[in-house]
């Protein structure tokens, strides 16, 4: 048996693009509309709707169809009897069996027999055999040594956290992942919940001016040519703060919430930076791009000469003459394969470090009148949306959350490990940003743009101050009689609030017959609404305007547009409109056994790119001791159902039924018949772990309010820093040194996990006053619907 795994790879599903981003493509087939996946979903133990039977979902790897190595369909794999038996299962048997039929599918992916017994040798084991690793973790509720393996979890060796070797392998759909209709659904609002969320939520996007004689290969990217080549960026923002007013005016500093790599290219010039005065930086440097650009120029002609040959070649074949010469069909795959995507790879790099000087920054944000329950077009075409565009004077960096704790994670790594050579030096980081807006600094004419219905180009509107036009752009959200539709943060984790959702019921309609089910509110307590681009909408604008999306010209303009998604379901499947949707189930991220959604981003992905972590670019704490640019994920995270959108939806918002923030989305983490959100939690409790992964436990931190455990910045930290004078926020209306009394941490004794339900042996109680009583006064006073706090684990059956 061997003992170190080999990934098989399926070179044709990686090699079908064209080595140019440009209309004369190299190559002739037509791309692929990747068929997204779904999770089932499931009643009695953990909430739910009656739903069909599932499918069983493909383990293949890539773009196109689905190959199936090994069955993840427990009931063809004889773990459970039938799908009606399956239902019956608590949480935890139906991790047991959903996990094994998983594993056997990666096994599959990984050429090992599930029929033999599998002991990794590549990593260490902590506690020197694999009895003796699982008899610890499962009775914490943890995942066992072989599942944490073949996931690619971290793991403990007995000298600290190992990042697995497979942190960036396979992500498997699960059984029924192959449904479509369950990536999300696109502009169409179901409800208010929805259309509040809409109403508070931007499309941001930014223009970068390039110096130099540059082309930018990226797709997309290029608005201009020559020497001052302009390259934009896309992505989502929502509406966090403003600085009240002294007087009764209309406020026009705001803050807008999202993640660090959305901003990841948006620079300023040192002055503005310094006049600002804020701890955190993204600073323009000239000097450093310049070599890049040469070298990326350099690239660019040795692939323009590839292209020019290829042409030669193709026009060629095309002729009698040639049409069987086998020689130049060599040539012909030899550059198309073998010559071209190295430099196409080095070219998307280089442009990946060269970010250019921002120009302006433009908000889209959907008016007030966009109507319930009607199919919306997209972002640049329906005629409900609004656009501003800001100069770069006018936009400013208040927060981002790198570095945010005063641990490290080389406190905690093995740095004896070849798995972890590559991020010992690298720091935590939470994906959050936060931008300061100020209408006051907008000059000339306050003006913004509304599209027109059809195919009539914009109406420019002009209105008549800053306060105006931050009216308009913010649909009026700090206005008396828009205040119970604000924002507020979720005093708990869902670690918190997740027995008390489960139990908790709430009566909806079944799509399909109209029938009155009461369920779990935990399957439709979250909200999320964000702007993706438009590729993965195409098939549904293609149904509604085929003239306008024909051909590869309708792929392009659907790359270059976005779509308004949120995280019901594309199709109503036993379905229901009301409320939001639940946690997903996947098993790809589960390192909770009773938690399904609910994740530790270190523990189950903390590199986003293997070899380099997190890299932020030119973003920087003055305040930090750390000034590289490379993190790893940290801290506390969810998983949304019906949630999978493309790029664009970065810095989308997670919202319960009360309109309380609980987490931004940041990633999918992507694979063969899977697709699972990563989205940031912005407040945890912490966890102790039991030893588990030696000293390593889940930190305790609040990203808005500060005050956790060893937490070293915050949101409102950060706005102390720029607002000096006493003034005081929509979010902080004592000012912004004062943490809020319902949101401080009541203990930094983390929650221990355990299988006993005594609140006291749990570590919910202690001796400086925290844990549930604590709590539970806390909720009453504070009005939150959490009156008794989860103990973690609840234990296994």
Not at 397 to 414: C, E, G, M, Q, R
Not at 454 to 477: F, H, W
Not at 543 to 559: D, V
Not at 726 to 743: A, D, K, W
């Amino acid at each position: 048996m061997k003992n170190k795994i080999k990934r098989k790879i399926f070179f044709s599903s990686l090699i079908a693009a064209s080595i140019l981003s440009t209309a004369a493509a190299m190559s002739c087939g037509a791309p692929q509309e990747e068929k997204k996946p779904t999770n089932p979903k499931d009643e009695n133990k953990d909430g739910g709707i009656v739903d069909l039977p599932p499918t069983i979902g493909g383990t293949g790897e890539g773009g196109g169809s689905p190959r199936t190595y090994g069955s993840i369909d427990p009931v063809q794999s004889k773990l459970v009897g039938s799908w009606a038996d399956y239902t019956k299962l608590s949480i935890a048997k139906r991790y047991e069996v959903d996990n094994k039929a998983y594993l056997n599918g990666l096994k599959s992916q990984y050429d090992i027999d599930p029929k033999q017994e599998f002991v990794p040798s590549d990593i260490k084991n902590g506690f020197g055999t694999v009895q003796a690793y699982d008899d610890k973790a499962t009775k914490l509720g943890l995942p066992d040594f072989v599942t944490s393996y073949l996931k690619g979890f971290t793991t403990y060796s007995g000298s600290g956290l190992e990042i697995s070797p497979n942190v960036s392998g396979p992500a498997l759909g699960f059984w029924n992942s192959e449904q479509s209709g369950f990536d999300g659904r696109s502009r169409f609002l179901p409800n208010d919940l929805y259309k509040n969320t809409a109403l508070q939520t931007y499309s941001i996007s930014y223009v970068n001016e390039v110096k130099g004689d540059y082309v930018n290969e990226v797709k997309g990217d290029i608005e201009g040519t020559g020497k001052n080549t302009l390259k934009s960026n896309k992505g989502t923002a929502w509406i966090l703060d403003y600085v009240k007013p002294t007087d009764s005016s209309y406020p026009t500093k705001w803050y807008i919430a999202t993640n660090i790599h959305v901003i990841g290219d948006l620079t300023f010039t040192k002055s503005q930076t310094d006049s600002f005065g804020s701890d955190f930086t993204s600073i323009y440097d000239e000097e450093r791009e310049k070599p890049l650009i040469k070298e990326a120029r350099k690239v660019k002609a040795q692939i323009d000469e590839l292209q020019n040959e290829y042409n030669e070649v193709y026009r060629k074949l095309q002729t009698k003459e040639h049409e069987n010469d086998q020689a130049l069909k060599a040539r012909a795959d030899q550059l198309n394969f073998e010559l071209a995507p190295p430099l196409q790879k080095k070219l998307k790099d280089l442009n990946a470090q060269i970010s250019g000087l921002t120009k302006n920054v433009t908000l889209a944000i959907l008016d007030s009148d966009v109507p319930l329950q009607t199919t919306l077009n997209t972002v640049s075409a329906d005629s409900r949306m609004k656009f501003v565009t800001l100069p770069a004077s006018a936009v400013n960096i208040v927060y981002t959350a790198n570095d945010f704790l005063k641990t490290s994670p080389k406190d905690y790594l093995d740095a004896t490990s070849t798995h972890n050579k590559d991020y010992l030096n690298n720091q935590e980081m939470a994906d959050f940003a936060v931008l300061e807006i100020d209408f006051s600094k907008v000059t000339g004419e306050f003006k913004y743009t509304k599209n027109s219905v059809g195919d009539k180009p914009a109406k420019e509107m002009t209105v008549n101050s800053a306060q105006e036009l931050a009216r308009v752009m913010t649909n009026a959200y700090a206005s008396t009689e828009k205040q119970d539709k604000q924002i507020k943060f979720a005093k708990n984790s869902l670690f918190y609030q997740y027995k008390d959702l489960t139990n908790e019921k709430v009566t909806v309609t079944n799509d399909a017959n109209k029938q009155k089910l009461q369920v779990s509110r935990i399957v439709a307590n979250f909200v999320s609404l964000g702007y993706p681009i438009a590729k993965d909408d195409l098939v549904n604008l293609r149904a509604e305007f085929p003239a306008k999306y024909a051909g590869r010209e309708g792929i392009l303009l659907a790359e270059n547009d976005n779509s308004l998604w949120t995280n019901k379901p594309q199709k109503g499947r036993n379905f229901y409109q009301e409320f939001g949707n639940r946690l997903n189930r996947s098993m790809i991220l589960r390192n909770f056994v009773q938690y399904p959604g609910i994740y530790d981003l270190f523990i189950t992905n903390p590199v986003i790119n293997k070899g380099v972590g997190f890299n932020i670019k030119q973003i920087k704490d003055k305040t930090s001791s750390y000034q590289q640019g490379n993190y790893l994920n940290y801290g506390l995270a969810y998983s949304l159902e019906s949630w999978r959108p493309a790029p664009g939806a970065s810095g989308s918002s997670l919202r319960d039924l009360n309109n309380e923030v609980l987490g931004i989305n940041f990633a999918i983490r992507a694979g063969a018949g899977s697709g699972t959100s990563l989205i940031q939690a912005f407040r945890s409790e912490g966890a102790n772990y039991g030893g588990v992964y030696g000293s390593y436990n889940l930190p305790q931190y609040d990203l808005i309010y500060g005050g956790g455990k060893d937490q070293r910045t915050s949101y409102r930290e950060a706005l102390a820093k720029i607002l000096k004078n006493g003034e005081t926020t929509n979010l902080f209306t004592s000012g912004v040194n004062v943490i809020p009394e319902e949101y401080k941490f009541r203990t930094n004794a983390l929650i221990n996990f355990t299988n006993s339900s005594n609140p006291e042996e749990a570590g919910l109680i202690t001796n400086t006053g925290g844990g549930v009583q604590a709590l539970t006064d806390q909720n009453k006073k504070y009005g939150s619907t959490i009156t008794n706090p989860v103990v973690l684990p609840e234990g296994t059956s």
